[in-house]
């Protein structure tokens, strides 16, 4: 796994600084097509934020399942603990990340409720 931000996480980033002041000025139209567009980038970051959990979890079970089997080496026990120590970090960075985008979202959809019912006044 490589430990370089990726293009799925610089896009979300880029694309909230490019959207987050829209929702306090745009009006009906503008929200919607941030929420079309933004709902493309949070399943590409959900995604590898899965993808990244399930080999989390598969090195994790390799880990435990070696510790458990006393014929396991010493050093294959190390090489799985530093697997393991390597890829928690990377989880964590983007589940922030997916966590950053969906609140995002969030404020995006509650500000399309807002407008939308605006709207209907």
Same mark, same amino acid.
């Given at each position: 796994m490589d430990a370089a931000q990726s293009d799925a996480e610089r896009e979300a980033q880029a694309f909230i600084e490019e959207n987050e002041p829209l929702l306090e000025d745009g009006g009906l139209l503008t929200v919607q097509r941030i929420f079309v567009q933004g709902v493309q980038i949070i399943k590409a970051l959900s995604d590898e934020t899965v993808d990244v959990a399930n080999d989390v979890t598969d090195v994790a079970n390799d880990l435990a399942a070696a510790i458990r089997d006393p014929s396991t080496s010493p050093r294959a026990i190390h090489e799985l603990e530093a697997e393991y120590a390597r890829m928690v970090p990377l989880y964590e960075r983007k589940n922030k990340a997916f $966590? $950053? &985008?969906? %609140? &995002?979202? %969030? =404020? @995006? *959809? /509650? =500000?399309? =409720? =807002? *407008? /939308? *019912? @605006?709207?209907? /006044?």
């Open positions: $966590q $950053q &985008f969906s %609140d &995002f979202m %969030d =404020r @995006v *959809e /509650a =500000r399309y =409720r =807002r *407008e /939308a *019912e @605006v709207g209907r /006044a």
